[in-house]
């Protein structure tokens, strides 16, 4: 039995694991960092648009805020953010994106004097103060109401992953790459490590640490139509599920991002659409202002996605072979900004639908439609990163539900909490691992390892039985047919039990090739069941939600329903033969509210059930504001009589704006 110790393990390479690796790592503790793939290739280098941060800097910025930020998240979860997490995320984002730029991330800069941009299909002129050249600029995403999202041009994932995983290189933290963490180690409710599988020579081996953090990223590959990559099939989540003990949260909260290119699902960019590029349909016309007269093409993800296919329902769509799709203009910027800004989406367009985006008209316009995206659920955690129900347990990023986003998340939020997350919970999760003690006996620790041995030598054993690929394929297709953008209650229950049968059908796969090493086929088996699981968690919870909150949207319960569903789903795998998750839910409490829930802007008015207590709180919100503001009270003491809100170290300190200093 192969048993390697530390004191920190991190389970996922991406940006949210690297940055809380830099984390335990800096403060003295042994960390190891295991990884899918290697950690330059995790899947944080496909972001484009950007990483939000209020920093105020560019002309369209001013006037920005953590207070503007934290409305603008909270609106955009439609209230099922955890508004205490979302306070931790905008006052500390500010400082992560000035940090990525101290470890070399070239984050693009203001230049003064005037500019052109391009604004609701008409050009602008924008000009940029002297005092503002060189700092770092940003651009327009939806559900905003200032310029917030930072960029490098449309690699901006690119360049944080390689910023970050140079930091962690250099405080030598140790990363093993082509490892995955088949089950978690626990004795006595504690987490202490991970049996994991070298992808390299199919050996097992034990991980044993003080605690152990999950980033490995979401669950995307539970559907056909994904911008996810490959290694995105939930195995952080389904490790901590398949321990009975730990939570998962929010998982039927999926959202689809709007501008996919068809066919091959590869994500154009929300900054796109931020710089200025409009979706136009089959005859060529610009349909969202008809919908969200507002905010139009840069309305919240979730709304442009459901207007979308809205649209497409209606007979507007592009007819193709690949079914019918809308396009997305962004020839209206011009080539120069296209070949600066929008390079990436340049060469994706190019490469795979011989389309230049720069060219004049229609002949530069991109097949788009909305696509799976993003995991808003994940290990259910508190504001420090630790599971609820599994001490020792602590995630962050995408594999998390900690709860920032709520029931959507805003484009540029995602980035940014990668990063800001690995700051705070790691730093939360250095001071566990610096106060626990690693007490578990050697043969718990071998138990689980024999346990995960068996389990493969019995699919290796079996002589008859299904190929596990139809099996993965037909969830993939259940998922986008009936629990995609919009859902209804005869899909969901048709999705739930043939998603149980074909659980209990994968269960039963049998492989072809019988090699330990080396074996894809092998890999998908013991896989396969596990990402069936984290389905029915989906759809389950979608089934019994009888309401439309953000991304989860039922054509039979349209309303938002804040009397009876203002709560937060729980979902645990107590029972190994189970074929259903057992569903608790969480309640928010209106009463500790900062912002109570109202409308959020979008659509008719009256699409809400409200809750008695939501005009209670928001009369006592706002009669502390008058007496504080009465009292010449800054913002801050205001905000912190409202709703008080914890952060590890120097983290909660004030962040310095051009023109207003600390104010």
């Not at 960092?33 to 800097?57: D, T």
Request: with cysteine; net charge negative; charged share 30%.
């Amino acid at each position: 039995m192969k048993i390697i110790y530390c004191d920190a393990l991190v389970i996922g390479g991406g940006l949210a694991g690297l940055r809380a690796a830099v984390a335990t790592q800096t403060s003295g503790l042994n960390t190891i960092v295991l990884s899918l793939v290697p950690v330059k290739r995790s899947h944080s280098a496909a972001a484009q648009g950007g990483m939000q941060a209020s920093l105020g800097n560019a002309k369209m910025s001013q006037g920005d805020s953590e207070d503007v930020h934290f409305i603008d998240t909270v609106k955009g979860s439609d209230w099922g953010c955890d508004q205490d997490v979302a306070r931790m995320f905008v006052n500390t984002a500010p400082k992560a994106i000035r940090e990525l730029a101290s470890w070399g991330v070239p984050w693009t800069r203001v230049r003064k004097g005037v500019h052109e941009a391009v604004i609701n299909t008409e050009k602008t002129t924008i000009v940029e103060d002297d005092e503002a050249h060189g700092l770092i600029t940003s651009r327009d995403f939806g559900g905003t109401k200032k310029w917030r999202t930072c960029y490098t041009a449309d690699a901006t994932g690119h360049t944080m992953l390689f910023g970050v995983a140079n930091e962690a290189m250099k405080h030598k933290v140790d990363i093993r790459d082509r490892k995955e963490a088949l089950s978690l180690i626990h004795e006595n409710s504690v987490c202490y490590g991970a049996i994991v599988r070298d992808l390299i020579t199919g050996e097992l081996e034990a991980y044993v640490a003080k605690g152990t953090l999950i980033s490995t990223g979401g669950y995307g590959r539970l559907y056909q139509t994904t911008t996810n990559a490959v290694i995105c099939e939930g195995t952080g989540q389904a490790a901590a599920l398949e321990t009975g003990i730990a939570t998962l949260g929010n998982m039927e909260a999926v959202q689809f991002h709007p501008t996919p290119i068809v066919p091959s699902g590869i994500l154009l960019t929300e900054g796109c659409r931020g710089d200025g590029g409009v979706l136009r349909d089959v005859d060529g016309y610009r349909f969202m202002p008809d919908y969200e007269p507002e905010k139009k093409d840069l309305a919240s993800r979730d709304v442009v996605s459901r207007r979308m296919m809205e649209h497409i329902r209606k007979g507007k769509g592009v007819p193709s072979e690949f079914g019918d799709h809308l396009w997305l203009d962004i020839s209206i910027l011009g080539r120069e900004h296209i070949e600066k800004n929008l390079r990436d989406v340049q060469e994706i367009a190019e490469q795979f639908n011989g389309i230049d985006p720069a060219d004049e008209g229609a002949a530069g316009w991109l097949p788009v439609r909305p696509a799976q995206h993003y995991s808003m659920g994940g290990i259910r955690t508190n504001a420090t990163g630790e599971s609820q129900t599994l001490s020792g347990l602590f995630s962050c990023g995408e594999a998390a539900c900690w709860d920032m986003h709520g029931f959507n998340r805003l484009g540029g939020n995602s980035v940014s909490e990668t990063v800001v997350a690995g700051m705070i919970v790691g730093s939360y999760f250095a001071d566990y691992c610096d106060t626990h003690d690693t007490v578990i006996s050697t043969k718990t620790v071998h138990k689980e390892l024999k346990k995960q041995d068996s389990y493969l030598d019995e699919i290796l054993s079996r002589a008859d039985g299904e190929d596990i690929f139809p099996i993965k394929k037909r969830m993939q297709e259940i998922m986008d047919e009936d629990v995609g953008i919009f859902r209804n209650g005869d899909g969901l229950k048709n999705a739930v039990d043939e998603l149980q049968e074909l659980l209990t059908r994968s269960k039963k796969a049998v492989v072809k090739s019988k090699a330990r090493a080396g074996n894809p086929e092998l890999e998908e088996a013991y896989r396969v069941p596990r990402m069936l699981k984290l389905a029915l968690c989906v759809a389950y919870g979608g089934l019994l939600r009888t309401e439309s909150r953000g991304a989860h949207y039922r054509e039979d319960y349209l309303k938002r329903d804040d009397k009876n569903w203002l709560n937060r789903t729980l979902t645990t795998w107590a029972d190994e033969d189970a074929t259903l998750p057992e569903v608790n839910y969480e309640e928010l409490d209106i009463m500790k509210m900062e912002i109570p829930p109202a409308f959020r802007g979008y659509g008719a008015k009256g699409m809400t059930v409200e809750h008695e207590l939501s005009e209670k709180r928001q009369e006592e919100v706002d009669a502390l504001k008058e007496k504080f503001e009465a009292e010449g009270k800054d913002r801050f003491e205001i905000q912190d009589a409202l709703m008080e809100y914890g952060l590890p170290k120097n983290y909660k300190d004030t962040n310095e704006r051009l023109g207003v200093g600390r104010e």
